[in-house]
């Protein structure tokens, strides 16, 4: 994730950074460019004073209303992903610390802390890795099943295990398992709530649709728009390109929030912080 400061302006409006959708679609306002020119061309030349091309002004504001609405849905979803994606990673935060700030009150020896430091930190990092269709290399022996399985729901159930070893021997009592249990549950509901936004993709119908629409309404402008620009209309449509495209991107970007591109939620970051907060609190008490 890129970390910026908003009020910064001059940087924003002078910069290219990779990211930067100029640098993505480079290429593509190079052919549009090129089919509007020829567009434009072949109607200058065969219909240069139709009057049916004369009314399609209108036809075209029309749809460039439409194609608003259909850009405010598009990006409202692919935020509320984003958006989904940060709450559920900032619960998971959350729960590390209020299972490790449990742990460090009841009575472990060394190991133990240790152990349960182990398992709180891997089952962040590999639900990062598992969410970008990755495995992790663990610090402990793995089970043969894991290897091949959900990782971070298989840690999970290894730390249930620990926790209910210390309940059998009564060394925890009914409340404080019960507090341990709804932490840990937690977290199993946030790994499943991101691995819900992961295999969910926005249907395909509907992006091929958008895709399409904009490509059709990008190439056919010069057709309502030559009469008063000539052949400043293919400026004109290329430029439109790049905005309506530009927010398809960006919204195809931020719809999987879990990735390593410039736009997606900072896991990294994120797992470093639980990992010195836990054993900040579990093996330094």
Known sequence: MIKYNPKSWLTFIFSFHRSDTVRILWKELIY????TAIITALELHFYPTSSVLKNLTSVYSLLGFVISLLLVFRTNTAYDRWWEGRKLWGSVVNDTRNLSSLLSSLDLNASERTHYTELIIAFSKSM????????LDLPFPLDESASVGNQPLWIAHELRKALHELRTTDRIDSIQWQQLSRHLDQLIDS??????ILNT?????????????????????PLAFVELFEYWSVLISTFVFYALVSMEILAEEIEDPFGTDDNDLPLDDICERIEEGTRQVLTRS
């Open 32 to 35: 549009i460019a090129v089919l």
């Open 128 to 135: 990062k890795e598992h969410l970008r269709r990755n495995k």
């Open 191 to 196: 790994l499943g709530a991101c691995e819900r």
């Open 201 to 221: 993709p926005i249907p395909f119908s509907y992006s091929l649709f958008f895709k399409k629409f904009i490509f059709i309404y990008v190439v056919t402008m």
